[in-house]
């Protein structure tokens, strides 16, 4: 199994940034498909930056703001956020995912989470 703790959330004004952080550790994933999702409150989760490292795909909301950075040695991702708008508030998960030939598998393990809640 895998473990994962984000960090980094807190309130920010609208045009500001943040910069996310996941620690993970454990078994039975593939560092390489670490990748970010969010959920609002009554929507659900959806992907943020994901998929394999250097092939990630970003929701459509957030191209050109938002980046994710990847950090082995400290068994770590990011992801950068730029150009914050009260759409961005909501809940962010790291995921975690298998892969098979470079391609990442289904993603069903997350951490608990944190806040980012743009004003």
């Known amino acids: 199994h895998v473990q994962l703790v984000e960090s980094g959330g807190g309130t920010v004004q609208a045009g500001g940034s943040l910069r996310l952080s996941c620690v993970f550790s454990?078994?039975?994933?593939?560092?390489?498909?670490m990748a970010w999702f969010r959920q609002a409150p009554g929507k659900e989760r959806e992907g943020v930056a994901t998929?394999?490292?250097?092939?990630?795909t970003y929701a459509e909301t957030v191209k050109g703001r938002f980046t994710i950075v990847r950090d082995y040695a400290n068994s770590r991702i990011y992801l950068q956020m730029n150009n914050l708008k009260p759409e961005d508030t909501a809940m962010y998960y790291c995921?975690?995912?298998?892969?098979?030939?470079?391609?990442?598998?289904?993603?069903?393990?997350w951490g608990p989470g944190t806040q980012v809640t743009v004003s």
């Open positions: 995921g975690a995912a298998r892969a098979i030939s470079g391609t990442c598998l289904e993603y069903k393990n």
């Open positions: 454990g078994y039975g994933y593939n560092p390489y498909c």
């Open positions: 998929g394999w490292s250097g092939e990630e």
